[in-house]
């Protein structure tokens, strides 16, 4: 079993706020991953990490940023959040090696109102 | 767009039949991966094939790569109304990076 966990679950937050999303996972993986996903909808890859220190953008641009300071923790931040922020965020992680499969979180739902 | 079309967006069957689920992606890959996603919720791994395999199995899946086309199937036989979820490929590309890529996903239902 995946040792993955993202908070909260779900965060109902007003316009403008600052709001910061949880991922931290136990496994020691290198490589952590942040998704967003729309109901019934494709996975856009918004933020990748390859690890400490190191963090990319994905092919869905984002007006959210990440940071990577210790391989447990990949924290997803709004600074002011809006109603078209409103999705489901997914975290993932994978350890490094091509033959590796990714564990998933059980998922942010964020609505903005 | 993005890397890994699945092909149907819908599919819907009976119990017992077989499901075929089809994918393209457009760039070099290490590897091509499926998951499976229950009612919105985190994806859950079911296979990997590597680039330089042709063919997999695992219990009542079978995926099957053909880089030449950039394109990749996954069946389940004998489906059952559990199988009923969301289906997707991912693609990691080669390099160090390890980008992993989601497609649109394919939504099948499996009515009892």
């Known amino acids: 079993e995946a040792d993955i966990y993202q908070t909260p679950r779900y965060l109902v937050i007003g316009t403008g706020k600052k709001i910061t999303l949880e991922c931290s996972q136990t496994?020691?993986?290198?490589?952590m991953y942040w998704y967003q996903q729309d109901p019934g909808m494709e996975l856009h890859l918004i933020h990748y990490?390859?690890?400490?220190?190191?963090?990319e953008k994905g092919d869905l641009s984002s007006e959210s940023t990440v940071s990577r300071i210790r391989t447990e923790h990949f924290p997803l931040t709004l600074e002011s959040a809006r109603p078209s922020h409103t999705s489901q965020y997914l975290c993932a992680t994978k350890k490094q090696g091509g033959k590796t499969e990714a564990f998933f979180g059980q998922g942010t739902r964020l609505t903005v109102v | 767009s993005q890397q890994g079309e699945e092909d149907p967006q819908a599919l819907s069957i009976q119990e017992g039949e077989n499901a075929t689920m089809n994918c393209s992606y457009k760039?070099?890959?290490?590897?091509l991966q499926w998951y499976r996603q229950n009612s919105g919720r985190g994806l859950v791994h079911l296979i990997l094939i590597r680039s330089n395999e042709r063919e997999k199995h695992s219990g009542r899946l079978r995926v099957t790569l053909d880089t030449s086309k950039k394109s990749s199937s996954l069946l389940i036989t004998a489906s059952r109304a559990a199988d009923t979820a969301s289906y997707f490929c991912?693609?990691?590309?080669?390099?160090?990076?390890?980008?992993?890529?989601f497609g649109k996903g394919t939504k099948l239902t499996v009515n009892p």
């Open positions: 990490s390859y690890g400490v220190n190191s963090t």
């Open positions: 496994m020691g993986h290198d490589k």
């Open positions: 991912a693609t990691v590309n080669q390099g160090g990076s390890e980008k992993l890529v």
């Open positions: 760039t070099s890959i290490n590897n």
